[in-house]
């Protein structure tokens, strides 16, 4: 997609969506200075354009029960396409990987993984992870605490 079609108005509405993805339109409209019908066809228009993938609450995983956040860099034996395609599926399964990038360089894949207690998590890692075919390395980090989490990517809104 090519953002050089986005007007600043545009941009505002991605902005305030990102930031606030239960804005009722009659607020997006106020804060993007225009009518609410123009503010909700736009909207439609950048999402069926695919600036805008869907919309989603954020939870708070320690009050679900989820205690612990962690990584697990994984180096594959093979990558074949056909071995990191077989891998993603099986991740795609794992309900304890909330994200998954593949890598170039050293690991082939980072894993950001929850866990309701350390135990689970190295449970998880040894007899999921690591028994895996086609893994050849696991390494794992697990997180102190966030010091940031912003979703989406920076919007410079126009003034």
Known sequence: MDNRNL???????????QADGRITNVELSRKAKITAPPC?????ALEKA???EGYHAVLNGKALGYAVT?????GL??????????FEERVRKWPEVRECHMLSGEVDFILKCVAQDLSAF???VTETVTAERNVASVKSSLV????????G???EVPA
């Open 7 to 17: 007007d600043a108005i545009d941009l505002r509405i991605l902005a305030e969506l």
């Open 50 to 52: 695919g600036y805008i």
């Open 40 to 44: 909700l066809r736009r909207m439609r």
């Open 122 to 124: 190295q449970t998880f």
């Open 153 to 155: 990517v920076p919007i």
């Open 144 to 151: 102190i605490h966030p010091s940031k989490i912003e979703p």
């Open 77 to 86: 034996a093979s990558q074949k396409d056909a071995d990191l395609k077989h």
């Open 70 to 74: 962690g990584f697990i860099f994984v």
